[in-house]
């Protein structure tokens, strides 16, 4: 009787426990996607800026996200107030995205991304930093 209402009690401790972490993986699951630069050196002038979006537990690319290009800035070498606009490009491989860019300085550029990924909450938002060299 007494063992019996242990291992009840138990199950409903483990319930719990499974209930909570369920809760956890679901609030951290856009955590779980992040761009990648395809290049991180990318020659200075007109420049096609490639990214990768993947799910990082598998590594997988992500496809038919909505990306959204916020900001291409020199905040990396202190020219914030240095921004060039960022135009989307067609892309015909799955999860890469790629932008169009006038890199009129050679050093660090931060790309400002953010991606609404099919099926989960929440926005990816990732700074990404790359090198325009001469
Ligand atoms: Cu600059």
């Known amino acids: 009787m007494k063992s019996s209402s242990c291992a009840r009690t138990l199950r409903a401790a483990l319930i719990g426990v499974a209930i909570t972490g369920s809760a956890t993986v679901a609030r951290a ?4 996607y992040e761009f ?6 990318i020659k200075k002038g007109d420049a096609t800026i490639s990214v990768r979006l993947v799910h990082k537990p598998d590594g997988k690319p992500v496809p038919a996200a909505v990306i959204f290009a916020t900001r291409l800035d020199m905040a ?5 107030e240095m921004a060039t606009k960022v135009a989307p ?6 999860g890469i ?8 300085m050679a ?11 099919q ?5 990816v938002e990732n700074k990404l930093v790359l090198q325009a060299t001469p």
Do not use: C, H, R
């Open 29 to 32: 699951e856009i955590k779980d």
């Open 36 to 41: 990648q630069l395809v290049d991180k050196t």
């Open 76 to 80: 990396p070498d202190g020219m914030q």
């Open 89 to 94: 490009m067609p892309s015909t491989e799955p």
């Open 97 to 104: 995205y790629k932008f169009k860019a006038t890199l009129n």
């Open 107 to 117: 050093g660090g550029w931060q790309l400002s991304l953010g991606a609404k990924v």
């Open 119 to 123: 099926g989960e909450t929440g926005t």
